[in-house]
């Protein structure tokens, strides 16, 4: 099955965006199966979007537009699929009735009238129902081919193809179906991950083994099976990933989708145990990423963002004399599980940069772990980059830390 | 002028990257007035490069195709623009000169004769010399239409556009300019934004008025001029500028690339304000945000995240009864304001979901604004979305409440 992807918007043109919603969709299509020929952009014209999606309607079994479907003025992909079919428009009055619905959950007053306008569908189209956002999606079939549109917000796209376009075109293309899987791992670099699993690499055909670089997130190893069926794929993939864990060991921290927090906070629960986190130069991160995990309320107590060096003190209590030190770590950690009454407390305090604070280089940080009443631990490291990579390095790190212990533990 | 872009590389069509490409080169044509009315992507495949080739060369006056030019079996790009041009290639030896010279100069031992191809030439297309890479980028005319070849490597893409390809554009289409400016709005929906300013809308030839849905981060309304110099762009984008700003009054909070956070950090700073942030439902994302801004340290004091009820009752001593409440946000934002000895403090708690509490639906906030020795302001909302928009949502809708209080302050 070959699909092609048509991105509306003349911010595309403007170079104001890159084509984010395409990456995402090629790389998902081709997880299952589906060929991806061709990308086309077009601005916010009528006659050149109904071009374009003629176009790739005469090369594609499947296409998919995104963007232009928004209340405003300049939304104009319903109108194009429409001129495209030959169909007019028609107002479906549960798409009304749905607008409507949601102007009143979101509290607003009074809906304007121009809302309407996400309404009004080609005659004969199928609408996907959105959950995020107002705008519906469109299906449309012509001549063997299967019209999809849905919104640029990436968030809305990615509903609309996780919930209704990926596994309508899985059920169509039975037969081939590709898996992956990824393990993700923090604490090595990448070439020294690649020299590790060089053999496993080359000697690698199906699944096969590609590195993908995460930057900050740590590093990823992905393996990919083709098979007639997912359990199929999934067999294949089972003994490498085996062979991978064990030359890995705990560098491998979480697969696929899992993210530091949500492993560390599944350790945390797993041991009945809750946590308190003491930041200075993450500012909030450490704890923002893990409050974005599911499950958090009954493990993070709180925290404390001591920003500047008087508040460590008068808050937390912290008599290092040197607040860039494995002293003033230790002591954050050890005060925040105690203020805010938790079983761990964590720490991490540096500089962030671009100055350097007390004499010591920016990148410049020190951790502090305090679990029960073990005695609390500290370490320093030097992390790379700028001032927000710095930040995010000492964040990943701070958990991965933690992870460690937590593993260490009965 | 009208341009257009073919990004070459079966790597985009497997959404291993996005095509930041056509971003760059668009976002750079449009500053010197051309026109990009079309991006398209193509795989390494020699007919489908070929029709992508044709296609654009048939509705632009400038053509720039950017991928598949390095020494590899799966570089064609000269290939299939040799095949569309109806020439044969030709080794150039100034390229093979180059390529050798190159070769010495790298410290390599000996050259793969495979690199050679890269000064494989359609016969009478112009090069244009690599300086950071090996591969030289190509120009041909044909019909009246320029087409250059730059490769993908975006270090190399932009030394040849910058380089070569963008001043001889310039040459071309001399007196054209394009600026923008971007209007930032919170505290208003998309289409009732897209209703105040309508009659702008329709009424607006240059500058054209264009909207820019950012979801969680506010709208955008962006003014785009064209003149003969950068001064004539930005005195016709002045005029309804203003009259952009007295419809939408103090719903502007920023400018092109200004952040809610360094707006508000901007403000506290000139008014010679320290601020405390207690957060619970958004987890640290607040104290987060400000600390990804400049100029941070001066102004931000500590946060604190009380997470859990207790924590609020003993770190920040709030007797209200219900802790989804004005009252709480109340004692919460009066707190933290002593706590760490600033004079503002900020608040937020509230339900993110999925489950209610208290009875109070996911989606409700209360917000609490301390400022010095004034009665201490609260008031609460109802934010739409899941779970982690509803904390998006909650962080901005609390920094903008700070940025009215501020402005409001003499």
């Known amino acids: 099955m070959r699909a092609e992807i048509v991105a509306v918007g003349t911010e595309l043109l403007l170079g104001q965006i890159a084509n984010t919603n395409a990456r995402w969709m090629s790389e998902e299509l081709a997880a299952i199966g589906v060929d991806v020929f061709h990308h086309q952009v077009v601005g916010d014209n009528l006659e050149r979007i109904v071009e374009a999606i003629g176009m790739a309607a005469s090369r594609a079994d499947v296409v998919v537009v995104t963007g232009g479907l928004g209340p405003t003025q300049d939304d104009i992909t319903r109108d194009a699929l429409a001129r495209f079919l030959g169909v007019p428009m028609e107002r479906y009055p549960e798409i009304e009735d749905l607008l409507r619905e949601k102007f009143r959950a979101f509290g607003r007053r009074e809906m304007p009238e121009s809302n309407l306008r996400q309404a009004d569908v080609p005659v004969g189209a199928r609408t996907i129902v959105p959950q995020r ?174 920003y500047m060096t008087e508040v460590k003190r008068s808050l937390l209590g912290v008599r290092a004399e040197a607040v860039v030190s494995e002293e003033c770590a230790r002591e954050m950690a050890t005060a925040v599980r105690k203020l805010v009454d938790a079983d761990v407390g964590i720490s991490v305090t540096g500089v962030a940069g671009p100055e350097e604070q007390e004499g010591k280089p920016a990148g410049t940080v020190f951790f502090g772990l305090a679990v029960g009443d073990e005695p609390v631990e500290a370490m320093g490291t030097r992390l790379p980059g700028q001032r927000d990579q710095v930040r995010q390095f000492a964040t990943i790190s701070l958990l991965n830390l933690l992870r460690l212990k937590l593993l260490s533990l009965s």
């Not at 169509?172 to 990448?190: F, H, N, Y």
């Not at 670089?213 to 003994?239: M, N, Q, Y």
């Not at 991978?244 to 530091?260: N, Q, Y």
């Not at 930041?279 to 009954?298: H, I, K, Q």
């Open 133 to 306: 956002g107002t705008a519906p999606g469109l299906v449309a079939e012509v001549d063997g081919t299967t019209i999809y549109a849905v919104p640029g917000v990436p968030e809305e796209m990615v509903e609309m193809m996780e919930g209704t376009i990926l596994p309508e075109l899985s059920a169509m293309s039975p037969g081939t179906v590709v898996r992956s899987k990824i393990l993700r791992a923090a604490g090595i670099g990448e070439s020294a991950l690649a020299e590790r699993v060089a053999d496993l690499f080359e000697a690698s055909t199906n699944p096969t083994i590609a590195f993908l670089a995460r930057g900050i997130e740590g590093l990823s190893v992905r393996l990919t099976a083709k098979a007639a069926t997912p359990e199929e794929a999934r067999a294949l993939i089972e003994p490498e990933e085996r062979k991978l864990r064990e030359t890995l060991g705990d560098l491998v921290f979480a697969v696929d989708d899992e993210t530091m927090e949500s492993v560390v906070l599944d350790l945390l629960r797993e041991r009945g145990l809750t946590l308190a986190v003491a930041e200075s130069l993450t500012g909030g991160l450490v704890a923002a990423r893990l409050v974005n995990a599911p499950g958090t309320s009954s493990v993070l107590r709180g925290a404390v963002v001591s």
